[in-house]
């Protein structure tokens, strides 16, 4: 008979996030400062390599908000100020970025590492190194079974957050949001001094990227069919001149081909798609879990943020007993539909924009034209919304018709609750505030037999003239404020 050491007994917890990238550690982090009893488990000991280096300047004020700028700044990372781009046809430009729209590229191992450091301060609790295994949901909460290196344990919980990236860990169908995509990637210890500059470059089958990391090497990744890999007979053994030939071929990129890589060369999936159903009563999925973006765009890593944060205020809606839970699930699915949809429509306006093969299937599959602007989008020169505002000031003005005040699930301070929100087809989603103001009221006071200046002086009594003056042209630009018949 063999006597085992007694089994450890389960760790409890009332919110467990699976998986510290940046959507997982960010919400955890979140939940942490609202009071919650978060446990957040990891499988890899930090810092560990991912691929997503280059975040869009998007990602600056987010940073700014949740006070990593200090830390992000000290850390070392770049702020590519300009890049070499081949696209449209075959003429190389050089794009310089203007101040204050520069993007950061970042040693993820580092950056993930700042995001969980700011989780472990607000309290949670994190569990790592430790693979966790199919959650089972059962009457009283979820059981997840983990591994750590001391062994097996067991953490119950009574809300999970899945934020494990491509791997999924709960599983469920997705929707592909475009055509199945392979990247191929490594990095390089650039010889050729100065080093090549951030470079995109569209080529027959697919397109390369390229930039500087924090550490000295160079990335190179190239984005293709899965067809091009099965065609070329491509072996994992030789990928890597696969990859050789891709950058060979490249006019920006071509340097690199007769390097050889400090790393081993990779290949992974990068399809978009999008859960259908990423949030119940007692779940939800974040960042790549949720949905997965075309990389074209390098927004992976601001939207994972951005779903942290309204995963967040959303489990907190579901998690106290007054809650608004049918606002806070309806939020959450739609603010990531609406990301999703905006995205494939960018991403399709880019593939568009490539002529020299757009006949070629991989350039067929994925271009999809923006449709042409109306009227009210035209870039005829007109004159500032001010300016012409000045020229309503005395003219009865009204919202237009198709503007409708309709019952929307907002963010109101740290949960989701119904709010009144302008609709109208010239905007992308209802809005509910601008500028941290109540829209309703302020389009409520455009119904009646208004000129504009008694409108700003009726806004006026809850809002700095400076600041009605902004919504009014805010109005104005969308063709929202129209003048009486
Ligand atoms: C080829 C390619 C290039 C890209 N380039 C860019 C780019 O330039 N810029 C950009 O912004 N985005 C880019 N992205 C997207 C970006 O990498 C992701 O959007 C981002 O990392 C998503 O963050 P996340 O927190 O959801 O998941 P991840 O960052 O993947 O984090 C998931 C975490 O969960 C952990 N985990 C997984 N399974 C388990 C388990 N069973 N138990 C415990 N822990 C687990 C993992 O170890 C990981 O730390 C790219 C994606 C691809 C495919």
New binding site residues.
Partial sequence: MSVGAAPASPIDTEICV?????????CARRLGELGHRVLL????P?P?P???????PA?WPLLDSLGLLPAVRGAGFLTPTWSSVRWADEQVRRVRLPAGTCGL?VC?GRF?QLLLDTARAAGVTVLQ?????RPDRRAEGWEVP?TTPDGARLLRARFLVD?????R?LGGRVTRTGPRTV?L?AAWQVETRPSPPTCLEAGPHGWL?G?PLPNGTYRA?A?TDPEQLHRSGVRRSSLAGFLRSLLGGSELLRGLAGERPASAVAV???TGYHDLDPVAEDRIS?????F??D?L?????????Q??MAGAVTVHTLLDPGGDRKAALAYYRDSQLSSVEQHARWTGGHYAEHLPHRGNSFWRRRARPLPAPGPAASPAPSPSPRTSLAALMHRRVRLAPAGRLTSTPCVVGDQVALRPALTHPALPRPVAYLGGHALAPLAEALRGEHTLAEALRAWGRTLPAEQALAVAAWLYERDLLVLQP
């Fill in positions: 699976l998986g510290a990238g940046p959507a997982g550690a960010l488990v990891e499988r890899h930090f560990r991912h691929i997503g280096e280059a975040l869009t990602v590229t993820r993930d190194p430790a693979r966790a295994h983990v934020a494990t990236g491509r791997s860990i990247a990637y990227w930039t990744m984005f992974c999936d990068a974040l960042g790549e879990a949720a997965a973006l990389p765009s390098s927004s992976g890593v601001d939207k994972a943020l779903t942290a």
